[in-house]
């Protein structure tokens, strides 16, 4: 069995190297992952008479779907790096709405200059422990949790019910032509649109209530404090339309760096790389991952958007003026944000250097 991430549903967030060096040591590792998951299901639950005559060869012996596994591979694998990256999401959601606690210090910049910084990665993350703990960096775990489970497993019938359903395939032998080449890749990541899509869609509540989760520390509410509580209070404040607040912008965004990635994957790895190079396979895997980062760089403009409009007027501290104005859509979030320069606030985590003619204050705790 074999396991592509590049096609898989993935929570969305933006890219970093050093996620995707972890992405693909978990894809070599996959294999091993399977292999534990179907021998526990054989061998670690108590048997029953009829399972005992099953491997003795007196009753066909059933096995479990190989389907079923890869999917439980996936929730596994999917609920490990969501644990891992939550407090790393955790402060790009606070700095992605404003949030400055700590004010600018001396520092120094890649090349060595002394420069005033925004607290990076490290100091947030200082700063959350000696107010909430160790536990506070994992405020909205739980529904984002969910959200990855529910979406791995909605992904993968998606997939299935495409391919049942007889999505185009080329067929041919093992020297294609570029046109039916690109026709494959232009079919492929059709098929995984639909899927991620459909995830996105289904699991958008879920991330809403993690994002109004992590919020709450700027203004210390305690408005969204479990799953079913906040699906409560969402839908008895807002109605059904609370849960897809900021849906449109994180769609297109996903859909974008779905298209942007796999296409210039496609043109580099058939104009620019030779199939008699050495090490084909890791130099292809490579321009992907690149392909994935630069993607992702593109569009962290809509993933910004989107998860503003997901806390903004929802009766927060962190969704309302000073932090943000209301909002009427998502258009006039982003052309405010465009005007303002904040269109890579949060982008990174590291080297943060001030805004340019903004000014701090402190009472507040953002620049105006």
């Known amino acids: 069995m074999t396991f592509t991430f590049s096609h898989r549903y993935q929570p969305a967030w933006p890219a ?32 029953t008479l009829s399972q005992r005559q099953k491997e003795k060869g007196e009753l ?8 079923m596994a890869e999917v439980c591979g ?3 694998l999917g609920s490990g790096l969501t644990v891992l990256s939550h407090p790393l999401m955790y402060i790009k959601v606070l700095i992605q709405v404003g949030h ?8 120094r910049n890649l090349f060595g200059r002394q420069v005033y910084q925004l607290p990076g990665l490290f100091a947030y993350a200082k700063h959350i422990i000696r107010i909430d703990g160790r536990a506070g960096l994992f405020k909205g775990l739980g529904p984002r949790l969910c959200a990855g489970t529910i979406g ?38 059709t098929r995984e649109m639909i899927a991620r899509s459909c995830a996105t869609i289904v699991t958008h509540p879920f991330h809403v209530i993690t994002l109004r989760c992590m919020v709450q520390f700027i203004g210390r509410e305690t408005k969204y404090s479990g799953v079913f509580d906040s699906i409560i209070t969402v839908y008895r404040e807002e109605g059904i339309l609370g849960f ?7 769609l297109l965004g996903d859909v974008l760096s779905l298209w942007i990635c796999n296409l210039l994957a496609h043109l ?6 030779d199939d008699s190079m050495s090490h084909t396979g890791e130099i292809k895997n490579c321009s992907q991952a690149m392909t994935g980062f630069f993607a992702s760089m593109l569009t962290y403009p809509f993933v910004l958007v989107s998860n503003i409009m997901a806390v903004n ?3 927060l501290a962190g969704g309302l003026t000073p932090y943000a104005s209301v909002y009427p859509t998502w258009v006039d979030c982003w052309k405010h944000l465009s005007r303002e320069g904040n269109m890579s606030r949060g982008n990174s985590l590291f080297f943060r250097k001030l805004p340019a003619g903004k000014t701090y204050a402190v009472d507040q705790k953002r620049f105006f």
């Not at 400055?100 to 520092?107: A, Y």
């Not at 019938?157 to 039916?180: A, F, M, N, R, W």
């Open 268 to 273: 580099i790895n058939t104009y620019a790389i």
């Open 74 to 76: 996936q929730v596994l």
């Open 244 to 250: 897809f607040a900021g849906l449109i912008p994180r």
């Open 313 to 315: 007027n929802c009766g």
């Open 100 to 107: 400055e606690p700590l004010p600018p210090t001396l520092g």
């Open 16 to 47: 970093t190297l050093g996620c995707l060096r972890l992405e693909h040591w978990l894809k070599t590792k996959y294999n091993v992952v399977i292999s534990l998951i179907n021998i526990r299901w054989q061998y670690c639950f108590p048997r």
């Open 152 to 189: 791995t497993v909605v992904h993968s019938k998606v997939v299935q019910k495409c391919q049942e359903q007889g999505t185009p395939q080329i067929l041919g032998g093992q020297q294609k032509d570029k046109e039916s080449s690109l026709q494959q890749v232009v079919n492929e990541t």
């Open 60 to 67: 066909p012996v059933s096995t479990v779907s190989p389907k």
